[in-house]
């Protein structure tokens, strides 16, 4: 069992340009996930100090986290097997659609929001 110098270099720049792609398309989609956390965090005592608690609009909080996570795997996985490319190519396609995810949450919970009453 030998194995060929030839190709041994070529492995390794695919396993490291993959691993590279994977972690800048993780700082990426970790820009909206962050979004998604703090307004879980902060949206809901901001609802209650102004008096409308109970009009949290809990799941698109839910999916404002969950998408960015999920997005991004599912992209993954769509890649998986391709050339880099096309790998880089489908992750960008969900990073945008992630991006376009997040801010339609973001506006449609400030066109269903109640009124603030002061």
């Known amino acids: ?5 030839k ?3 070529t492995v390794r720049s695919g396993i490291v340009s993959r ?4 972690v800048v398309f993780a700082l990426l989609y970790a820009y ?17 100090a102004n008096g409308i608690g109970a009009a ?3 799941w698109l909080l839910i999916v404002g986290v969950a998408a960015p996570v999920l997005i991004y795997l599912a992209a993954l996985w769509i890649g998986r097997g ?17 991006n376009a995810l997040v801010l339609s949450a973001v506006s449609w ?3 269903i929001q109640p009124p603030i009453t002061s």
């Open 109 to 111: 919970a400030s066109a």
């Open 1 to 5: 069992m030998s194995t060929d110098p």
């Open 82 to 98: 391709r050339e880099l490319f096309a790998r880089t190519l489908i992750l960008a396609v969900g990073l945008a659609a992630t």
């Open 19 to 22: 691993i590279v792609l994977w």
């Open 56 to 58: 949290v609009p809990w």
């Open 32 to 48: 909206p996930l962050f979004e998604g956390v703090s307004n879980l965090i902060a949206l809901p005592p901001f609802y209650a």
């Open 7 to 9: 190709t041994e270099p």
